[in-house]
């Protein structure tokens, strides 16, 4: 079996993949300046309100077991690793985003998120935002705008600042700029042989959001676009054509999670798209620029398809359209332990592929790397069924 041999990568490659521990200098440095800082927890967050008051908005959901331990201490052991993880790293002052946080916003998302926001606020100052479970009712749209507009009060009288409608609109622009470029970027791997490995894309992905400054994100972006339309066309990618495209689904990725990618790929496929909320999930479409942008902001953020809606559609078309454009051998959905809307939906999305013909695996993990052996082992196996 041919597997992927990893190339020197380059540096912009890097940066991104280091992007997490260089920007705790780089918030720091922010906070030195004076300016606020707002960490987040989820892909519903409309960050957007925060660079609009000059904010720098940064999330927090934890990608290593290293404060669970710490956390189990009050939260329930069948609690979601992320959760937890998240948790553990704001309450032992270990995550330095966390620390710099004058703000904290979450959402109703799942129980076990909403839940630990009331144990947060005994730490942070904590501002909860009451997210619909449905999206097509017309209360949902309602109670989202005034959602947002609570949270832009709360920003400003938090801050003691005002934010304009002009800025949530430059703001929506710039928001937009990044979403397309990270776009263009994964896409390229919708090319036979992709140019990158699913654990490089990964990286590029997970890194962006801890990129703080805009023009030189979007340079590095553009820059690394340009390096991988190179080495498609020359033919120097890392993986080779054989290779089975994978398209990955399910809770969000990165750090501790990247085993499943690592057993994926070590068994001679590549991970060609995620659609999960490291991926096409936050960076598909764009905030509508030609309509007043509270509603453009409720219109986008409503229709993020997370499992914690019901019913979700919006996944389902997602998955489906990424499974064409990707042109992909099988999926392999990651639902971390304990997370009931993803591990219950995971029924739903076996059957809607099944219907469609495309092989379909789901696993099960946490942040430990005790199963990373028998993840290697359902790697292959399933890997062997689409030859
Ligand atoms: S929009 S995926 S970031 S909620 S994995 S904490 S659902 S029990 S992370 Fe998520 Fe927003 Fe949805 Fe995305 Fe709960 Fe499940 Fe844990 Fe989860």
């Known amino acids: 079996m041919t597997r992927i041999h990893f190339k020197a990568l380059p540096e912009t490659f890097e940066s991104f993949g280091e992007a997490r521990r260089n920007g705790f200098l780089a918030v720091k440095q922010l906070k030195d300046q004076g300016r606020g800082v707002v960490g987040t927890f989820c892909t519903y967050t409309p960050t ?26 009050t939260l329930p052991r069948n609690l979601c690793p992320l959760i937890k993880s998240s948790y553990g790293f704001v309450v032992t002052d270990k995550c330095p985003y966390a620390y710099f946080s004058d703000l904290i916003v979450g959402e109703t998302t799942c129980d076990g998120k909403k839940k630990m926001y009331e144990l947060l606020a005994r730490h942070k100052t904590v501002h909860v935002m009451e ?33 304009s409608d002009e800025a949530i609109s430059l703001a929506i622009k710039r928001r937009n700029v990044e979403r397309k470029l990270l776009k263009d970027l994964y896409e390229l791997s919708a090319l036979s042989p ?7 894309q990964l990286r590029i992905l997970f890194g962006s959001q801890f990129k703080f400054n805009h023009t030189d994100k979007v340079e590095e972006l553009k820059q690394l676009i340009s390096n991988l339309k190179e080495t498609a066309q020359t033919n120097q990618g890392p993986v080779p054509k054989t290779h089975k495209r ?28 995620f659609e999960n909320c490291t991926g096409a999930k936050q960076y598909d479409r764009l905030v509508d620029e030609t309509i007043e942008p509270i509603s453009a902001l409720t219109e986008y953020y409503l229709a993020i398809g997370c499992a914690v809606m019901s019913p979700n559609p919006n996944r389902f078309e997602l998955l489906e359209r990424l499974c064409h454009q990707f042109k992909a051998d099988g999926v392999v959905e990651m639902t971390l332990t304990a997370c009931q809307p993803y591990g219950v939906e995971s029924a739903s999305v076996r059957e809607f592929l099944n219907e469609r013909g495309i092989k379909f695996m789901s696993v099960e993990t946490d942040y430990s790397s005790s199963d990373s052996e028998l993840l290697k082992t359902r790697a292959a196996a399933f890997i062997e069924t689409l030859s």
């Open 246 to 273: 994978i398209v990955i689904t399910g809770c969000p990725m990165g750090g501790a999670t990247e085993k499943v990618v690592e057993a994926i790929e070590g068994a001679g496929a590549v991970v060609v798209a």
């Open 194 to 200: 992709p140019p990158m490995t699913g654990l490089q």
């Open 48 to 73: 957007e309100i925060f660079l609009a008051g000059g904010l720098t908005p940064v999330g927090l959901c934890a990608t290593s077991d290293e404060t669970v331990s710490e956390a189990e201490k």
């Open 131 to 163: 997210l619909p479970q449905t999206q097509n009712l017309i209360y949902a749209k309602k109670l989202w705008r005034s959602e947002i507009l609570r949270l832009k009060n709360a920003v400003e009288e938090l801050f003691e600042l005002s934010i």
